[in-house]
């Protein structure tokens, strides 16, 4: 029983402990209680980032066009997700900094430096274009960089260069502030990118014991730098200053859209053009025709021909010869 008396005690407790919350109810003269209701509002499903109308991706697995490759038996997804890693690959020794039009100021321009590096500070570049994928001169180029950068890195005998790399495809203020329209090509770039030499990478030889002694000897210096008003320090130079902006800018408007939209308006433009450069021309105007060499006479056929020499033959016969009739004339005179 003692067990049970203390849990009687315990329950006791615990409803004099309960009864302080208790509400006393309504009384009479109280104004009625309103219950309040308060809606949350539904949570707002996020997109994932990155989605947009023109995903690849959505357009060839989904749809009518995805139903279509899944019937003719091809995986559409297998193949872009095959493309996007080739893409992604890396091709380069990612080693050598990638020199873009974003860091360009930070990496080359404004590097920090004291007097005495600045004075010798060296950068070598090379503009490449193997990303393309349609230049195999550019990739052997690049191979042939990579391995110079790489026996400096081991000797340790270059400390004044840095080594860069410019992708031509995705860059398009420097290029074009450069006045560069195709690849590759080598740089060496001085004075925090006031002074630059040029080299068109198929006229001098590639190799990496020779571009380490062109380097260890200086031979760029038996060049001149680029010498234009359109050059750093010209009096021209920001006209190639904006209208390497102005590029950009279109450059980076037309990366919202798929390539193959591209494509198809590119296409239609370049049509367009034709036509006017063909009627500008002259070339649909009617020509005027070609006077026709006047017609032969058509020969008689062959049957004619013989009829008339048959009905001429038979008329000299009945006639006879004008000699023959002279004669017989002068001996019925004689007679």
Request: positive net charge.
């Amino acid at each position: 029983m003692k067990p049970l008396s203390v849990v009687s005690t315990l329950l006791a407790c615990a409803l004099c402990a309960s009864a302080q919350y208790f509400s006393e109810g309504w009384k009479p003269g109280q104004p009625v209680p309103t219950g309040s209701y308060e809606q949350q509002p539904a949570a707002v499903q996020s997109k994932p980032a990155g989605s947009s109308r023109f995903n690849l991706t959505n357009i060839f697995t989904e749809g009518a066009v995805g139903s279509l490759m899944g019937k003719l038996g091809v995986n559409m997804t297998e193949r872009l997700e095959k493309a996007k890693a080739e893409a992604e690959v890396e091709i380069w020794d990612t080693r050598i900094p990638l020199i873009t039009d974003d860091n360009y100021e930070e990496i080359i321009v404004n590097e920090p430096l004291s007097p005495e590096e600045e004075a010798d500070r060296v950068w070598f570049l090379i503009i490449s274009v193997s990303k393309s994928g349609k230049n195999a001169f550019s990739k052997k180029a690049d191979e042939h960089f990579d391995n110079a950068y790489n026996k400096s890195m081991v000797e340790g005998d270059l400390p004044n260069i840095r080594w860069g790399r410019i992708d031509y495809v995705n860059v398009t203020y420097i290029t074009t502030k450069w006045s560069i329209w195709q690849g590759p090509y080598i740089v060496v770039l001085t004075d925090r990118g006031q002074n630059l030499r040029f080299y068109k990478a198929n006229t001098v030889r590639l190799d990496p014991d020779v571009i380490r002694d062109f380097l260890k000897e200086e031979g760029w210096r038996e060049s001149e730098p680029w010498s234009s008003p359109f050059a750093p320090g010209g009096q021209w130079e920001y006209i190639m200053h904006y209208f390497a902006v102005t590029l950009r800018a279109i450059y980076e408007f037309l990366l919202r859209f798929p390539r193959w939209l591209l494509m198809i308006a590119s296409g239609g433009i370049a049509q367009v053009v034709m036509r006017f450069l063909h009627k500008s021309a002259g070339t649909d105007r009617p020509q005027r025709p070609t006077p026709r060499p006047p017609a032969k006479p058509a020969s008689p056929p062959a049957a004619s021909v013989s009829v008339q020499a048959e009905s001429s033959l038979a008329s000299l016969q009945s006639k006879g010869s004008p000699s023959k009739g002279r004669g017989k004339q002068r001996k019925g005179a004689q007679k």
